[in-house]
C-alpha cells in the first residue's frame, strides 16, 4: 500500500457482505481519530488499550445501524477501570464523517500493572445505547461482563440481547511508520449473520454463565456458513488488520474470496464532540439555586469540564439552574 492509498483508508470503516454465507460484516481503521480520543487525557497503557479497543468496537458496531443520531457503548465494572464510554454520531450530512469519542473513569491507584487491561473491569455490565433523536425512545441493551476482552462482550452482548451471531477480529496499538512520531493505531474485522425474523434458539445452557452463544441461534445450515467464514477470519494476521501495508479489500479478497465478498460505500470516521455551553447549562437546569451555591467556586463561578475533549466552560451561577435570574434553559 503506498502512502496515498494508506491515507484513504485511515478513519474509515467499510461494509461488506459475503454473498455465498449470507454473512455481513465491517472492515475499520482507526488512527487519528484514535490518536485525537486518547491525546485528550494522560491515560495509562492500559487503560489506553480499553479505550482504543472501545473506539474501535463503536466504529464497527455504529455503522451497523440506521443511525440517525448517536449509538453508545458503556462498560462499568467493580475494578481499577470504573468506567468505559463511547459515542458514535452518525454524519450530519451525505458525505460527511461519523464522528466518535470515548473516555475512561479509573483508580489509578488501584491498577495491577502486571494484569491484562480487561481484568481491570472487574465484574459488571457491557450497554449497549441507540438514541435516535428527537421523538423517540432510546434503546438499551446490557449483559454482564464476560469473556476475556470487550469484544467478547460484545459478542455476548449480540447473542444474547440481539440473537445475531457476531464476531470480531481486531488488532490496536502504538504504531510506528518511517518518518512518523510513535502514535495509535486499530484494525478490525467484524462478522455478523444476517438477522431472520424468527431466529432459532436451540435448547442448552449457552456460554459462560448460561450466556447466549452463537452456536444457540443458528440451524445447522447457517451454522456451517458461520463456522466456515469464522475458520476463514482465523487465518488474519494482526499487521493485516491494523495496516497500513494491506487494504479493506484487498485483506477482504485473501481472506473471504470464495465467499464471494461484495463491498459497498466506505464511511469516514473522525474524532468529534457534541458539547457546548448550552448543553453544559441545559444539563444544570434540573438544579436549585442552593444547589447550584454548592457548584460555585470561591471564585464566584461554576466550571464544567467535558470529559471527552477537555473543554472548559465557566458560567455565572445566578444564569444556571430552575431559579435562574434570567429564567434558565
Avoid at 484513504?8 to 449470507?22: C, I
Avoid at 447473542?159 to 488488532?171: C, D, V
Avoid at 456451517?224 to 499487521?239: P, S
Wanted: charged share 20%; aromatic share 8%.
Amino acid at each position: 500500500m503506498n502512502i496515498g492509498s494508506q491515507i484513504a483508508w485511515d478513519d474509515t470503516v467499510l461494509p461488506f457482505q459475503l454473498d455465498r454465507s449470507d454473512i455481513r460484516g465491517r472492515v475499520a481503521r482507526l488512527d487519528g481519530a484514535l490518536e485525537n480520543i486518547l491525546s485528550q487525557h494522560s491515560y495509562p497503557p492500559q487503560i489506553e488499550g480499553l479505550i482504543a479497543e472501545a473506539a474501535l468496537l463503536t466504529a464497527l458496531i455504529g455503522q451497523t445501524v440506521k443511525l440517525r443520531w448517536k449509538l453508545s457503548l458503556q462498560v462499568r465494572g467493580d475494578g481499577p477501570a470504573r468506567l468505559i464510554a463511547t459515542d458514535f454520531f452518525a454524519p450530519k450530512a451525505p458525505g460527511e464523517p461519523a464522528q466518535v469519542r470515548a473516555y475512561a473513569s479509573f483508580d489509578e491507584s488501584r491498577l495491577d500493572e502486571s494484569a491484562t487491561a480487561f481484568s481491570q473491569i472487574g465484574k459488571g455490565y457491557f450497554a449497549i445505547l441507540i438514541d435516535q433523536g428527537e421523538g423517540t425512545a432510546p434503546y438499551q441493551g446490557i449483559t454482564p461482563i464476560a469473556g476475556g476482552s470487550l469484544s467478547a462482550c460484545a459478542e455476548t452482548y449480540f447473542a444474547q440481547s440481539e440473537q445475531l451471531p457476531t464476531r470480531f477480529a481486531m488488532s490496536f496499538g502504538r504504531s510506528v511508520l518511517p518518518g512518523a512520531r510513535e502514535h495509535w493505531r486499530a484494525g478490525g474485522v467484524m462478522l455478523q449473520n444476517m438477522p431472520k425474523a424468527s431466529p432459532l434458539l436451540k435448547d442448552g445452557e449457552g456460554g459462560e454463565g448460561g450466556l447466549l452463544t452463537a452456536a444457540d441461534v443458528l440451524d445447522e445450515e447457517e451454522g456451517e456458513n458461520w463456522l466456515r467464514a469464522n475458520t476463514l477470519l482465523d487465518t488474519v494476521d494482526e499487521l493485516e488488520l491494523i495496516g497500513p501495508s494491506v487494504q479493506p479489500t484487498e485483506l477482504l479478497v485473501r481472506l473471504f474470496h470464495e465467499e464471494v465478498p461484495r463491498v459497498f460505500d466506505a464511511q469516514q470516521v473522525s474524532f468529534g464532540c457534541t458539547c457546548s455551553a448550552d448543553r453544559v447549562r441545559s444539563s444544570l437546569s434540573i438544579y436549585s439555586a442552593k444547589d447550584i451555591g454548592h457548584m460555585t467556586t470561591d471564585e464566584g463561578i461554576v466550571t464544567a469540564d467535558c470529559q471527552f475533549c477537555g473543554a472548559h466552560y465557566e458560567f455565572d451561577p445566578t444564569t444556571l439552574g430552575f431559579e435562574a435570574e434570567d429564567g434558565g434553559s
